[in-house]
């Protein structure tokens, strides 16, 4: 058998790893979780497959290459076997994140509305490209969750009341006064639970309809 096609199969081998990783580990949240994802997480997805998979391609076919096999399901498995190694060790969620903080904690009194489908231009290329890598390893492919904020106020008192009549006019809205961080100084007035994306903008959309509430925002939280 000629080299080249050694190294084909072997391509082919790396390729194969490369699928198996994604259906076993990232198909969930790419795709069940699309509407979850924030539009750095996504560009993530695609820029770390995009520089990931021709390395472990060529990986598949310079392993099949150099061997003495002959035997092309050999071949094909050689190929498979070191790359899958890689992304085997690449699977699961690995962060450092303190998301129990996060669902008590809210870092401004208001913050920026979050649309999944918004990328930020403002980084860097070469911060895309560690970011995409890392998500490729497992690293920042958490489904983020946020808060419902629908006011704030410096006196807590004030706000507890506000809190108070929502639940008197929705109480399947839970209202619920959150914690002041400073150098914030005011109390955030939050509805529902720490929700993600798709679910936070439909508590958002509920309680916008009732006619006390004038504005609502979407917080991730803080991440001390």
Known sequence: ???YEKAIIGGLGGL?????KFLGQDYYVVVKQAANLTGSQITSYIIGYSILTP????LGSLLSW??????RLKLLAIGVAAPALITTWAGGIKTDSQIALN?????SAYAAEVDSQTTSQERSFGSKIVDGVKIFFGVGKEI???WVIVGSFKDKKEAQEYADLINQKRDDLNAFVGIKVP????????VGHYAPLSEAKVIKEEA?????IKDAYLSSGAKR
């Open 66 to 71: 150099v061997s003495d096999e002959k035997n």
């Open 144 to 146: 983020e969750r946020y």
């Open 16 to 20: 194969a790893a490369v699928c198996v």
């Open 103 to 107: 669902s008590i904690v809210i870092d």
């Open 183 to 190: 150098p914030n100084q005011y109390y955030p007035v939050i």
């Open 55 to 58: 390395i472990l391609i060529f």
């Open 1 to 3: 058998m000629r080299g």
């Open 208 to 212: 916008l309809k009732l006619d006390i």
